[in-house]
């Protein structure tokens, strides 16, 4: 049965491989074990009743308390073709006989249903038609009195299970203590054998916790850093989410508010605006949330602090289900922490007031430790087996660093600040920096200024980390109405060349985001564009949410790997049959037609993508041809000599070299490359910056990068240089 499972995984889903615990959970529910899945927010836990719904003869039951949640998962298992339905009071009475219908003609795999639907009598004489093979209860934490969550008609469930004692019945949870699952497992007869219980970990989140000293400024910074991306921002208050909104609408921004002051009907149609990327991005009380899975949600903010970690880290789970990147803020002022104290301060309940205590020094040792930020995230959840670092949160970024010499960066970004008058904040400076054409950098003319485009060396995110250190040390101060950057007497000193600036420089996103386990190569951006423009159009004209079409992540693959034929569009992550015969064509037309255009080639996906990098290194290992050319190399013999005396071309030689140092060996000396590529200073400078922006895998998002003016011979040699500095020995 485990391997119909994987068939499944592949074919409807479109999916190369389990996650951590979804295939033991899997494995335990088609043997018949009731099972007790804990995993986190985004960690896949529909999976593990919808592969045996699949799987299974009859009819899987899945009983989960918000009708919103039912609807999308009707919605995206409807795409995937897979025959499912619900029953519940938001339906009207013809879909609901509609429904009925096709149960008892068996035409369905999985039935969603609200935990009072499936007690009513009706729903019972209905299910006793048919054979139930399996009950999935999601949210099981509902079913204990001990949980925050308790649900009095979750306490019945159990008769459901007396009901049908031959359906294997599978609890899952994000959240639950101890006492919790006890409860669960005894009244759902769980053995503790069957209890499983993933990592809390969500290594696709990246972590930060900044001061807040300009929280309106810092958090369009960090908006304009996702441009086009979903995100939510969350606020302690809800006059503080109307505030920021109103603000942020103001600014130009995507944005709608979410709190429990406003009346059902705008909640709801804020919220599926949201989920329809017809906005961007949310401001909220911690109202928002519980029922959306909007899987491509790539960043969120705490704007004000959260009060314990148990609710900051539910809320940062809401990014990146999809697995892909998202980032996660918090800014954090002493002012807050006086807040929330003050709160406390008024509980009348002396045991309440020593919990609120706690948590909230619980929350203050994440938000003040210069250790990595995960530790006091996962202690908090019972984890004990840390690596001492994560490499995805500012602290270990920052400790991953030395200070170096940043003079001559840090007399631009000032120099810049100068030249357009001390008006603007960071983002714009960056932006006449890096030669950008955004409106703002036109209309005030910054691209005719001298140091408009003399900053590509560094990514946008680089930049800003140096002009938050600027800031910490006193060369900028920021206007605290305005948010307009201005210069101090040390700034001068750093202009004039008389003092040095030492900082950390934030590496490069492409090494942060070292998880390895995300598909991380850009696609080709112009098809990307035109990909996501029809995904909103198709899903507006179905009236669905354009991830239930397809997720960014399939997107990017098929601009990445431009897949000409269905067969090779099967290889794309996210495709499985049923998006196949529905977008296939489609899908293959748009990219077609943009290959002609642009004279690009379908690039081989012959493994599995997100093992893409481990099969070029190993398509390219270090042969011993390598190894001996390498050393010939390193003996002082140059290119064209050695490629005259193997009798091959200087470009093989090169490729040779390349595989020795893509495995991590170290070519010493490595100058000569340098002489050979004939560049200047500057010009270096500038390439190895792209290389580190866009990664060392395709050379043409490189030279796209450098704006064509740098040749792939040139590149090629380059490319090993590079990856030479950055080998260990
Ligand atoms: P949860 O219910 O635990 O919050 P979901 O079941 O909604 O999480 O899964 C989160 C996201 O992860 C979804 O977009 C889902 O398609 C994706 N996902 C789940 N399992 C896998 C897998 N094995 N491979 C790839 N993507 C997966
Ligand atoms: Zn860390």
Request: glycine share 6%; aromatic share 8%; net charge neutral.
């Amino acid at each position: 049965m485990l391997n119909q499972a994987n068939h499944v995984l592949k074919s409807v889903f479109g999916f190369e491989q389990f996650r951590a615990s979804q295939q033991a959970i899997i494995s335990n529910v088609l043997s018949q074990q009731n099972t007790l899945a804990i995993m986190p927010t985004g960690g896949g836990k529909s999976l593990c009743y919808q592969i045996p719904g699949i799987v299974f003869d009859g009819l899987t039951l899945v009983i989960s308390p918000l009708i919103s949640l039912m609807h999308d998962q009707v919605r995206q298992l409807n795409e995937l073709a897979v025959p499912v339905c619900m029953l519940n009071s938001s339906l009207s009475s013809e879909d609901y006989q509609h429904n009925v219908k096709a149960i008892e003609q068996q035409h369905v795999k999985l039935l969603f249903l609200a935990p009072e639907t499936v007690l009513q009598n009706s729903t019972l004489d209905l299910l006793s038609r048919v054979h139930v093979a399996c009950i999935a209860i999601d949210e099981a934490h509902c079913i204990s009195e001990w949980g925050h969550d308790f649900r009095p008609e979750y306490r019945q469930l159990n008769q459901l299970l007396e009901r049908f004692p031959s359906a294997v019945c599978i609890a899952l949870t994000a959240t639950a203590t101890p006492r919790v699952r006890e409860d669960i497992k005894r009244q759902l007869h769980i053995a503790d054998s069957s209890e499983y219980i993933a990592s809390f970990d969500r290594p696709n989140l990246y972590i930060e916790v900044l001061p807040k000293d300009n929280p309106y400024q810092q958090a369009k910074t960090f908006i304009d850093q996702h441009p086009e991306q979903s995100g939510i921002i969350y606020c302690q208050s809800r006059s503080g989410v109307d505030e920021l909104t109103t603000k942020l609408q103001h600014d130009g921004y995507s944005v709608l508010p979410y709190h429990a002051g406003l009346n059902n009907v705008k909640r709801s149609d804020y919220q599926e605006r949201f989920i329809r990327d017809d906005v961007h991005i949310i401001v909220a009380t911690i109202a928002f949330g519980m029922g959306i899975n909007k899987p491509d949600v790539r960043y969120v903010l705490h704007y004000d602090l959260p009060k314990n970690i148990e609710g900051y880290y539910q809320q940062i789970g809401r990014a990146g289900r999809d697995g892909l990147d998202a980032d996660c803020l918090l800014l954090f002022g002493y002012g807050d922490t006086g807040k929330v104290r003050f709160f406390i301060e008024q509980m009348s309940n002396e045991q309440e007031k020593r919990l609120a205590n706690m948590q909230l020094n619980q929350m203050l040792a994440l938000a003040e430790t210069e250790e990595c930020r995960r530790l006091p995230l996962l202690q908090y959840f019972g984890e004990t087996e840390l690596a001492e670092k994560c490499y995805k949160c500012d602290n270990c970024n920052n400790q991953n660093q030395e200070k170096s010499d940043l003079t001559v960066p840090a007399q631009k970004f000032l120099s810049c600040v100068y030249r357009t008058g001390e008006r603007f904040g960071a983002s714009h400076i960056i932006d006449v920096l890096r030669g950008s054409n955004a409106e703002k950098v036109l209309q005030n003319q910054h691209n005719l200024l001298s140091t408009y485009n003399i900053g590509n060396e560094f990514t946008k995110k680089q930049w800003m980390a140096l002009s938050r250190q600027m800031i910490q040390k006193g060369l900028l101060r920021q206007d605290e109405q305005f948010g307009g950057l201005k210069l101090s007497q040390q700034a001068g000193e750093i202009l004039k060349g008389r003092a040095p600036f030492f900082a950390m420089l934030q590496q490069a996103e492409m090494q942060i985001h070292s998880s390895g386990k995300t598909f991380a190569k850009p696609g080709d951006a112009g098809l990307m564009q035109i990909l996501k423009a029809e995904r909103k159009l198709l899903a507006d004209a179905a009236n669905l949410p354009p991830y239930a079409v397809f997720a960014d992540r399939t997107l990017n693959e098929m601009a990445y790997f431009l897949p000409h034929s269905e067969q090779n569009l099967l290889r794309i992550h996210g495709v499985g049959q049923g998006k196949l015969a529905k977008y296939g064509e489609h899908f293959l037309r748009l990219i077609a037609d943009y290959c002609q255009q642009h004279s690009l080639q379908e690039v081989s996906n012959e493994q599995p993508a997100t093992s893409v990098s481990k099969a070029k290194s190993s398509q390219t290992s270090s042969s011993a041809k390598s190894i001996e050319i390498a050393k010939a190399f390193e003996a002082g013999q140059d290119i064209s000599s050695l490629a005259q005396q193997l009798k091959v071309k200087p470009s093989t030689v090169i490729h040779h070299l390349y595989c020795y140092v893509q495995e991590g060996h170290k070519l010493s000396p490595a100058g000569q490359i340098l002489e050979q590529s004939q560049l200047s200073d500057t010009q270096l400078a500038k390439v190895l910056a792209a290389f580190t922006e866009h990664g060392t895998q395709r050379l043409k998002p490189v030279y796209d990068g450098l704006k064509e003016q740098i040749s792939y011979d040139q590149l090629h040699l380059l490319r090993i240089y590079y990856l030479n500095t950055k080998a260990k020995n």
